[in-house]
């Protein structure tokens, strides 16, 4: 089952202000989505979001997210494959299901599945 390629890397940020700035002026867009929690840039299709303090899923550096069409049958071909599960599939709203597994050498990989 092929994926649908790259197309969201999140970043951990310690301070979330100065870290929209430096995107900011980097992607040459403002962000599309300001929260406090979350901060979403779409730029030329990719999406980049800074999560500060690494979120409630303790992130230490830079995930990049593979979307895929069935986010479970996905998981099973990685998992058979030697991934280890480090963040099941769950909804993060609007539809969109997200889960992280770590390869062999213990990289984050992420998988986004929207509905």
Not at 10 to 15: E, M, T, Y
Not at 99 to 114: E, H, K, M, P, R
């Amino acid at each position: 089952m092929t994926t649908q390629g790259i197309k969201t890397v999140l970043h951990p940020v310690s301070d979330l202000a100065k870290a929209k700035e430096v995107y900011a002026a980097l992607l040459g867009v403002a962000p599309q989505t300001d929260s406090p929690y979350y901060v979403g840039f779409d730029a030329e299709g990719q999406h980049i979001g800074l999560v500060p303090g690494g979120g409630p899923q303790g992130m230490t550096s830079p995930v990049a997210y593979w979307h895929v069409h069935d986010i479970e049958a996905k998981l099973a071909e990685v998992t058979a494959a030697g991934a280890v599960v480090k963040e099941a599939a769950h909804e993060v709203g609007g539809g969109r299901l997200v889960a992280t597994v770590t390869d062999l050498d213990g990289n984050v990989l992420g998988l986004i599945q929207d509905r």
